[in-house]
């Protein structure tokens, strides 16, 4: 018996994201991209017309709660990597899922690195209470901070205003996590420098997001 094909809507393709998420599900022979969804292209109409299984979601921080909200109500899993939802938004989204009797994944960031790092500030809040974020982003990055150092920041408790965000041409993303206490200081320091570092958590997202039954946030929580 042949198996089954993976339909995957790829919503913001033609950004640099979108395109890196093209190029992956391209890759993998258990899937057919169906959509490939723009800003002037009307989602509710594509889904509905193409009825995908998967759309991952990859424009920004001002159209994903429409978007997500958009792809759930049509009973499509989603796989979210834009920044810009909020604790509320989540909460909303997720029990949408829920409702509809299907899962979903956030992913702050795609990249298996960051994904153990954020495996790690767990263990970390158990013996330290002292933490300082830094995260550098490209310069055309609209949003501050970053949905990664925002994640980060609520694993570990920090306010989000104390997180030090810069931004600047040479950087695609990177963030500094510096853990103190008397004596001592460590400093976790992870950086994206290419793009293709994010297509093995886009490829495990989208092998993992069907077998789910509700919206998980965070890449660590499928590893």
């Known amino acids: 018996m042949s198996e089954r094909i993976i339909k995957v809507a790829i919503i913001g393709s033609n950004g640099k994201m979108g ?10 022979p258990n899937c057919s991209i ?10 509710d109409a594509v889904l509905k017309s193409t009825k995908p299984d998967i759309a991952i979601e990859l424009t920004s921080h001002e ?3 429409a978007n997500a909200h958009t792809i759930i109500t049509n009973n499509v899993c989603p796989i979210i990597g834009s920044s810009g939802l909020k604790p509320a938004d989540i909460e909303a989204l ?10 979903g994944v956030i992913a702050p960031n795609f990249s298996v690195g960051m994904a153990l790092i954020s495996k790690m500030a767990k263990d970390l809040k158990q013996y330290y209470d002292e933490f ?4 550098f982003h490209h310069a055309a990055k609209k949003d501050k901070p970053s949905g990664t150092a925002r994640y980060t920041s609520q694993l570990l408790g920090v306010d989000e205003k104390d997180i030090c ?9 990177k963030q500094q996590l510096y853990v103190s206490s008397p004596g001592e200081r460590i400093l976790i320091d992870h950086e ?7 297509s093995k958590g886009i490829s495990l997202c989208v092998n993992k997001v069907l077998s789910l039954d509700n919206l998980v946030v965070g890449l660590e929580n499928i590893l």
């Open 165 to 173: 965000s810069i931004r600047s041409n040479g950087f695609v993303a």
């Open 19 to 28: 395109q890196l998420a093209n190029i992956v599900v391209e890759s993998m």
């Open 94 to 103: 997720s029990l949408l899922c829920t409702n509809n009797k299907m899962g």
């Open 34 to 43: 169906v959509a490939r969804i723009n800003r002037h292209d009307d989602l």
């Open 192 to 198: 994206n420098f290419d793009r293709s570092s994010f």
């Open 63 to 65: 159209s994903v709660r």
């Open 132 to 135: 300082s974020i830094v995260e």
